[in-house]
């Protein structure tokens, strides 16, 4: 027992030797694995949108696009490709290519100058070429013309959308768009201020086929003021707008921020009181939210009409 129990030690020894010749490798292993604290932050996995700043003095955002979708489409034994991103739009001129566009609605100061600026951006060629799908045409999708009709009214199921393809735009060597971010609208809901922001983080050269994507962009609204703050003397103060309330709370970005620079404009008045001499038409919507008119033109002949649309959330 005693021989078994001196070879037990030895055996103990030589492990233990070997344990701490291991310990004296372990600071050449990566500092990884040394501090766990030193990794590089991890990208988001989901594309998003969030809100780093809104105050008087302007409103900052982050743009995280890690990746996109890719659908193939045959026209006319031309293979085309659609790009898509989960939770964006997609932009809307006619016969240009189509591209993933993130929306955001943010309500502004009254008084405010405001001044679009790029603050950050980490963007790379991806590898793949691709021949991208261009905007297609809204169009009337008229019922068949029915005898018992009167020549002026005509039957629509609603808009169809048509393969159209600007041959300029894809024979322009550049990439599309050309602007990063850029302010498509502006407006009041009630007494709230607000501006339609478009971020743009995927572009297109149709030429060279080739794909820019920027996995994360940061912008800014600049404010500036001519005097004073953030609302003109007199006529600052949160004010709730009623039915609207639920519906500027859903679309604004920073809702909690811009309560804080509404301002009554002028007083409300009657839609009576406008005694409008035009004919005036009130539409009916099946599902709440913010609604786009549209009058295209089916031929030179036709009357008068109006496509509405129900924007994208986003």
């Known amino acids: 027992m005693r021989k078994m129990s001196?070879?037990?030690?030895?055996?103990?020894?030589?492990?233990?030797?070997?344990?701490?010749?291991?310990?004296?490798?372990?600071?050449?292993?990566?500092?990884?694995?040394?501090?766990?604290?030193?990794?590089?932050?991890?990208?988001?996995?989901?594309?998003?949108?969030?809100?780093?700043?809104?105050?008087?003095?302007?409103?900052?955002?982050?743009?995280?696009?890690?990746?996109?979708?890719?659908?193939?489409?045959?026209?006319?034994?031309?293979?085309?490709?659609?790009?898509?991103?989960?939770?964006?739009?997609?932009?809307?001129?006619?016969?240009?290519?189509?591209?993933?566009?993130?929306?955001?609605?943010?309500?502004?100061?009254?008084?405010?100058?405001?001044?679009?600026?790029?603050?950050?951006?980490?963007?790379?060629?991806?590898?793949?070429?691709?021949?991208?799908?261009p905007a297609p045409q809204a169009v009337a999708d008229e019922l068949p013309f029915d005898e018992g009709m009167m020549d002026d009214v005509r039957r629509y199921r609603g808009v169809k959308l048509v393969f159209a393809k600007d041959r300029d735009a894809y024979s322009t060597d550049a990439f599309y768009p050309s602007e990063l971010a850029r302010m498509n609208s502006s407006g009041f809901i009630r007494d709230q201020r607000f501006v339609q922001l478009a971020l743009h983080p995927l572009q297109y050269n149709p030429v060279t086929r080739q794909l820019s994507l920027y996995r994360k962009m940061k912008v800014e609204l600049r404010f500036t003021y001519e005097e004073g703050g953030p609302s003109p003397p007199g006529v600052s103060g949160v004010e709730a707008e009623g039915a609207f309330e639920n519906l500027l709370g859903k679309a604004l970005l920073n809702y909690e921020s811009a309560r804080d620079w509404r301002a009554q404009r002028t007083p409300r008045i009657h839609p009576k009181a406008f005694g409008l001499q035009e004919p005036s038409y009130k539409v009916a919507v099946n599902q709440d939210g913010i609604y786009q008119l549209a009058t295209p033109t089916t031929r030179a002949s036709a009357s008068p009409w109006i496509v509405l649309t129900l924007a994208p959330s986003n």
Do not use: W
């Open 6 to 133: 001196l070879v037990g030690k030895t055996v103990m020894l030589c492990l233990s030797a070997s344990l701490f010749a291991m310990a004296l490798v372990v600071p050449n292993a990566p500092s990884t694995l040394a501090a766990p604290a030193m990794k590089s932050p991890i990208a988001p996995v989901e594309p998003h949108l969030r809100l780093i700043r809104s105050d008087a003095k302007g409103i900052v955002l982050e743009l995280h696009t890690p990746t996109y979708q890719v659908e193939e489409k045959q026209v006319e034994g031309t293979a085309y490709h659609l790009l898509s991103v989960a939770g964006y739009a997609l932009t809307a001129e006619v016969g240009r290519p189509q591209l993933p566009v993130k929306m955001a609605m943010l309500g502004v100061p009254v008084n405010a100058q405001i001044e679009l600026r790029i603050l950050e951006s980490d963007h790379s060629i991806v590898p793949e070429k691709y021949n991208v799908y």
